[in-house]
């Protein structure tokens, strides 16, 4: 009959459980016994939708500022210890995937997800990592071993378990949430922050918003609270969704904040945007000239080799005109100016924000203040919590894998280091 106990067992096949069993395997782990219990029916499901496809898997500027947590010291000593030099060297040197540099974000050189994924699979079938399939873990039992039950009435037991279950975005990739249930026996809600959605859309009611749709701007947004302060700001793309409202890595860099403010039953938030990544001064200069050049066209026509018709035609209604009727003779100096200021500080009310189904990441989970430098919990030693699982979450650009790498690492030096 085959043994049910393990040195270690890893609760989750994403991006901190491979990486967590692929870093043991590396170290005095050979000939140990672990065992991945993956939920879903393969491994790696989420990871291989990430960077649209392309993974975008770690940035030449890890910082902890980038990123939200209970434990800033601890963030940035675990990011300090393990970082993107030490994952590089390791897909590089050790799972053989070639690197990519694009500005400062890091990709696999064939820009696709599915060699990330593969790598980690091959590497962990090399060094005989086993794997059951399609097993929930419902729960964690505290006894001389830790006793972990599945949802198909398994039993396993092992001295050291890590979980590695992320967050609750992307549902149907496997991630629900379940650190909070699974540690129930174990783990008050103290020990908890809630998981809630981050890098998501924001919605917006503004009349015409929708006929914005699919249209992308370079620029910038500041998410302002009903005082008029700013709460967040980022600059990039921003793109216009097809619900009404706004999306885009800046959008989603700052969708947190905004998650926040609403949570707290703040109202009047608004997001202020340039639509046009150019000072108001510049689009002033800009449709004076286009005055004297094209003053017979109409605002629309004469205004589109700087202007989307659609951006011309949404903020010239917010001034109460219509910009294939009037022509650009007629915009005196006082409305150039109030259209400039507007296209370079549009403010858009903002009703909500995308659910978890559209999040890319959540932010919450178990603090990171009750786990001790190799992400073990304080309380419990071989109990450990890696990846989206742990209250950590970062902005757009490669930074949630890193914190998934730069955990399970960590993880996986401690354990190597028990047993
Ligand atoms: C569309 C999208 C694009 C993204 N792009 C990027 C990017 O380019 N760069 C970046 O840095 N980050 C990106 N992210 C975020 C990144 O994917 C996550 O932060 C990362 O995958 C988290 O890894 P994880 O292993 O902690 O969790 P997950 O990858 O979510 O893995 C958790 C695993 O645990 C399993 N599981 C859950 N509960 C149980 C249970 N009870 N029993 C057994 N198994 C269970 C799940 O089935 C799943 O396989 C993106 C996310 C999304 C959704």
Redesign the pocket.
Known sequence: MKSNVYDCII?????????CAARLSRSVYSGKKVLI????TR?????A????G?????NTEIDASRYNTDDTFKLESSLNRYGCLETCDFFENILGVVLEQKGTLLYPATLKSSTVVDALRFYLEDNKIETVFK????SINKMKFYEIT??TDETYLSKNVVI????I??PS????G??V??LDKIADSSFFVPFKPA?TSLSSDIPGIKGLAGIRCRGDVKIVNAGGFVKAHSEGEILFTKEGGISGICVMDVSDAVVRLIDNGETGIKAVLNLTGKSAGEIFQMIYIRRQMYAHRNCADALSGMLLRNITDFAMKQMHLKCDKMTLRELDDNKIAELSNLLCAFPIPITGYGDEDK???SSGGFKLSKLDDNMQVKSCPGLYI????VNV??I?????????WTS?ALAAESISQNV
């Not at 590695?164 to 967050?167: L, S, V, Y």
């Open positions: 609760i989750g096949g994403g991006a901190a459980g491979l990486y219990i993956e939920g879903g491994v790696g499901k989420k990871l939708l990430t960077g649209s392309r993974c975008n898997l770690s097993q929930k873990v419902v599945t949802d590695a279950t992320g967050g975005t992307y990739t496997g991630s629900t379940d650190v249930n699974i890098l999040a890319q990441v890696v990846g989206e699982a979450n970062g757009c650009g490669g930074y949630n894998l890193q914190w998934a399970a």
